[in-house]
């Protein structure tokens, strides 16, 4: 008892050994170790099975960070697909089929990050309710930066499913990591879209944006990231799934709306994670909104021209205007969901062809710019991904381009 003075705690004891600067209640992220070093923190996705997440984790995994990968889904043989449904009635997957495809299947970027990182840095949750609070707090719980990358998929239709998605989970995580702040929760990384507003005809973009209002309302510190679309993985969100997709499960047709003249800044995956860790470092950050895309403009008919010539195919394009869709879809007589596969039928998937994704100078919001990074140009990453799909995916002659049918001059693009 008199070697221990009274005023003796851990805390004080830490601080001293690490100097008078080193503050608990912020983030020491140490990126220069590799796989069995230490980054000095842990980290927690929602939404492990996206692409950014997925990007993110890895990279973590491989500098020394401890990842908990929150998912809602496992797969089990003893269970037939569709028997468990995580998703609402609504879904169009769900009623009147006798085959449910559900989200029970397995999950191949999950399983891909078993080859990340060393054992015992990397951790997978179950979470069957992301609205649970006691599933939430569990899954959180030990974990100084949360990343919540859930709320980007095509299937669904009606607005309860999108507020489910951006408004519901989101709130449960910021109301979760409000009660555990500095204890141990430091920071937390909320992934919305870019052209998230409440007057947006996208229901999409605008439950995005209620999202983005509780999140700050529980967590004010919280760093908001509105990306544009992101190119990374095998993801139907953006033209590339698109592209692969309709190849694959569409007889290679491809719906335009409008002639495909949308406007469209798309952002590798791996310049979001520059981002984030260059966020992660900086204090300031907190409570500020980034909106990140890429350094090139393009039309979406272009960059779909520009990968079917790199995979070397020709696609069928069904142009139709907005108000002629609609008319289709909506008609007692055809039902339009079954004539054509299901990502091309969603409403709000075809609506947000309307909407141009660039990123607008906007005050108070920031950019690469403000953190010091030049993103590459989509035709890079692109390339790179069709000569990939060229050698593993595309086998089929039928669809084969002769070099005098290229219609579009890849440096044109």
């Excluded at 660039?358 to 790179?384: C, H, M, N, R, W």
């Amino acid at each position: 008892k008199k070697l221990i003075p009274s005023s003796f705690s851990a805390k004080t004891l830490f601080n001293k050994v690490l100097g008078k600067n080193f503050q608990t209640n912020q983030v020491h992220f140490y990126s220069g170790g590799a796989v069995a070093s230490n980054t000095g923190i842990k980290a927690c996705f929602f939404g492990g099975s996206s692409s950014t997440a997925y990007t993110i984790a890895s990279n973590f995994l491989g500098l020394g960070t401890q990842c908990n990968i929150i998912h809602r889904g496992n797969l089990d043989t003893d269970i037939p697909w569709g028997e468990i449904r995580l998703f609402k009635a609504s879904n169009p997957l769900q009623q009147n089929t006798g085959f449910v495809a559900s989200y029970e299947m397995v999950n191949f970027n999950i399983q891909y990050l078993r080859a990340f990182g060393e054992v015992g840095y990397r951790h997978f949750t179950l979470c069957k309710d992301m609205t649970n609070e006691w599933e939430v707090e569990n899954a959180i719980k030990d974990c100084d930066v949360v990343f919540n990358c859930i709320g980007d998929n095509p299937v669904l239709r009606h607005m309860e499913d999108f507020e489910e998605a951006n408004v519901h989970v989101p709130r449960m995580i910021a109301k979760v990591c409000a009660r555990l702040k500095n204890d141990p929760v430091k920071r937390l990384i909320h992934f919305s879209a870019n052209g998230a507003d409440p007057d947006s005809i996208s229901k999409k973009l605008r439950t995005k944006w209620l999202g983005e209002q509780e999140v700050l309302n529980y967590f004010p510190e919280a760093t908001i990231i509105r990306p544009t679309e992101v190119l990374g993985g095998w993801d139907m969100h953006n033209f590339i799934g698109y592209f692969n997709h309709c190849y694959h499960s569409n007889n290679n047709h491809m719906m335009l709306i409008d002639g495909g003249r949308v406007k469209k800044q798309p952002v590798a995956v791996n310049d979001i994670y520059q981002a984030v860790e260059r966020i992660i470092h900086l204090e300031e950050s907190k409570g500020q909104i980034y909106e990140l895309g890429g350094s090139q403009v393009y039309s979406l008919k272009e960059l779909l021209e520009f990968y079917a010539n790199n995979v070397n195919h020709r696609p069928f394009f069904l142009d139709m205007s907005y108000d002629d869709f609609m008319r289709m879809y909506l008609s007692p007589n055809s039902n339009f969901e079954k004539a054509i596969h299901w990502l091309l039928a969603r409403p709000d998937f075809i609506t947000r062809q309307r909407i141009d994704n660039v990123i607008t100078p906007k005050k108070g919001i920031k950019t690469f710019a403000d953190l010091e990074i030049l993103p590459i140009a989509a035709s890079q990453y692109v390339g790179d991904d069709a000569n990939y799909a060229y050698e593993k995916v595309y086998t089929t002659e039928s669809n084969y381009r002769d070099v005098e049918e290229i219609d579009a001059d890849d440096d044109g693009h």
